[in-house]
Structure formats: structure tokens, C-alpha cells
């Protein structure tokens, strides 16, 4: 038995057009892959990180 939008009460409705809604779905999506490619550059950057400071600094230190 199948009800209608007008059977329900207001609550329900507000709940039904916000599982209907797609209009953030793409904003969420891109989020999610701009995360995920600041997580992977931040562990590349702490990856490579102390080996930069190790041999760059360090040469640049010894000819000062």
C-alpha cells in the first residue's frame, strides 16, 4: 500500500526530499578527491621531507 507525498507528515516529507536530493552528491565526490591528493602529497612531503633537510641543508650549512 503505497502512500502519497500528501499522506505523510512534514518531517517525513523534509526526510524524503533529502534522500532524493542529489545537489551535493558532486561537492561531496570532489572533496573526497581533493583529500585524498592532500594526503598523498602531505605524506610525499614528510616521506622526502628529512631527506632534503639532510642532504641539501647539510651541503649548503658545510660551504657556509
Known amino acids: 500500500m503505497a502512500r ?3 499522506g505523510l507528515s512534514s518531517a517525513a516529507r523534509a526526510a ?3 534522500m ?3 545537489r551535493g552528491a558532486t561537492a561531496i ?3 573526497l578527491i581533493a ?3 592532500g594526503a598523498t602529497i602531505a605524506a610525499i612531503v ?3 621531507g628529512a631527506t632534503v ?3 641539501l641543508y647539510g ?3 658545510s660551504l657556509l
Do not use: C, H, P
Open 46 to 48: 614528510f616521506g622526502v
Open 53 to 55: 633537510v639532510n642532504n
Open 35 to 37: 583529500s585524498g591528493i
Open 4 to 6: 502519497t507525498m500528501s
Open 16 to 18: 524524503a526530499r533529502f
Open 29 to 31: 565526490e570532489y572533496a
Open 20 to 22: 532524493t536530493d542529489q
Open 59 to 61: 651541503k649548503i650549512a
